[in-house]
């Protein structure tokens, strides 16, 4: 059983072509790794082609899609998938389950989820049950009178917190923007006096 303290995490993010990850293509995969001591560690995009795309017409207004761009800088799912472990074994160390971090990020997790079904892999080998969303830690802050107002979307949230995202809907611009919304939280719950 795999239970060491992980002070490094994953903050994730992916740009999809609808909301059900059974029906609608995964495009991208945004990573950046996280140190709870040295902070930003690593970061990578993965884009993902396919021979035939399901996106719908809203997820092609929000996120741009477009099928030549994708053809040229994706790569197949299973290369994507390979990708993607190299990363994290490159970035943690092997007796630990991966902690993802991110915004409503169950969401994002189970497009992965079948990405590496669809690829034969194992998601839960390799990353925690356990994750950590920024939503439901504003949420808490919120309830907490830690913050003066509700924050229904990452883009309050990062309006809120002064966040410039250089490419909104860009899975990996707005994974780091989701790690300095963190970090901000994180100083808000240093700050205050908790008795």
Not at 12 to 19: A, H, K, L, V, Y
Not at 44 to 66: G, L, S
Not at 69 to 88: D, H, R, T, W, Y
Request: hydrophobic share 40%.
């Amino acid at each position: 059983m795999k239970n060491k303290t992980n002070s490094r995490f994953l903050f994730i993010d992916t740009e999809t072509g609808g909301t059900i990850p059974t029906k609608h293509s995964l495009l991208s995969i945004g990573m950046v790794v996280w140190d709870v001591s040295l902070g930003e560690i690593a970061r990578k995009e993965i884009f993902i082609k396919y021979p035939r795309y399901f996106v719908t017409k809203e997820a092609q207004r929000i996120n741009k899609f477009n099928r030549n761009n994708q053809n040229n800088i994706g790569v197949e799912p299973k290369i994507a998938v390979n990708e993607l472990m190299c990363f994290i074994k490159n970035n943690f160390s092997e007796d630990l389950y991966v902690t993802i971090i991110g915004h409503n990020v169950h969401f994002d997790i189970d497009f992965l989820k079948v990405l590496f079904k669809k690829c034969g892999r194992s998601f839960e080998k390799y990353f925690s049950h356990r994750y950590i969303d920024t939503y439901s830690v504003f949420k808490t802050l919120v309830l907490a009178g830690v913050l003066d107002r509700d924050l229904n979307s990452s883009a309050d949230a990062f309006k809120y917190f002064n966040i410039d995202v250089e490419k909104r809907h860009d899975a990996l611009d707005d994974c780091i923007a989701t790690v300095e919304l963190y970090e901000k939280m994180m100083c808000l719950i240093s700050n205050n006096n908790w008795h």
